[in-house]
C-alpha cells in the first residue's frame, strides 16, 4: 500500500525539475525535451486521480495527452529542423529575431 | 511490495530527470529521458493503468523519443555552449520552480490522508479488464474527440512535411 500523495509529490518533483531544465537549458532540442518531461509529470498525476477515485476517465484523458504530444513533437522538431536550416545554429540565446 | 516498487522507479525516474537536467549533451538528455518513461509506465502499471503502461512504452519511449534522437544526429547536435543564461531564468525561475515544488509537496503532503492509499493493479481486483473499460468508454462516450485527434494527427503529419521541407 502506497499513499496516493506519494505518486502525486514524485509527480510534482518530475515537474519541477521539467521546469527547471527548460529555464537553464540553452539547447533548442534540450528545452522541447524537458516540455516532454513535464507532460510526463503531469500524466503521472492523471493516472494517480484515476486511480484513487477507481474512474476511467483520468486514463481517457492521459491517452490524448499522448496523442497531442506525438502531434506536437512532430510539428516542433521540423521548426526546429526548419530553424538549424536557416540560422545553423541551435542555440537559442542565438535565435531571438522576434525579441525586443 | 508495491512501496519498494514505486520506491525503486521512483528513484529511477527521479535520477533520469536530474541526470536530463545535468547532463550537457542532447543525446545524454534524451536517453535519459527514455529512463524516466519506462520508470513511468512500470508506475502506471502499478496504478492498475496496463493500457497506458503499454502506451507509454511504445508511444512515448519508441516512437517519440526515436524521433527526437533521429533529429539530434541528423542534426549533428553537439554539447551546449557554456553562455552563463538570461539573469532572468536564474533570479526568478529557480525559485519559482522550487516555489512549485514546496507548494504542490505541502498540499498533497497535508492532504495525504483524504487521498488514501493505493493498492496495486487496482481494477484487475475489480474482475474489471483495464483495457476493455478504456476502449468501451474511448469508443462510445468519447467518440467524437477520438475520431478528431486522428485529424488531428493528419494535420500534423501534413504541417510537418510541409515546414521541414526544403524551400524550392
Known sequence: MVPTAYYLV???????IGVA?????RNVITIFISIELMLNAVNLTFVAFAHMWNQISGQIFVFFVMVVAAAEAAVGLAIIIS?????????????????? | MQLALFLIFG?????????LLLQRHPINSALS???VMMSLAVLYWSLGAEFLAA???????????VLFVFVIMLLNAGEEEHTNGSRAAYTVGMPGAAAIFCLLSFVFLSERGKLGAT???GYLNRGLDNISEVSATLFTRQLLPFEVTSVLILVAILGAVAIARKEQ
Open chain 1, 10 to 16: 514524485l509527480a510534482a518533483i518530475l515537474f519541477s
Open chain 1, 21 to 25: 531544465a527548460f529555464l537553464i537549458k
Open chain 1, 83 to 100: 530553424i538549424f536550416r536557416t540560422r545553423q545554429t541551435l542555440n537559442v540565446d542565438e535565435i531571438d529575431l522576434m525579441k525586443l
Open chain 2, 11 to 19: 528513484a529511477l525516474a527521479v535520477a533520469g530527470a536530474l541526470n
Open chain 2, 33 to 35: 529521458l527514455v529512463v
Open chain 2, 55 to 65: 502506451a507509454q512504452v511504445i508511444v512515448y519511449s519508441g516512437a517519440i523519443m
Open chain 2, 119 to 121: 493498492e496495486i493493479g
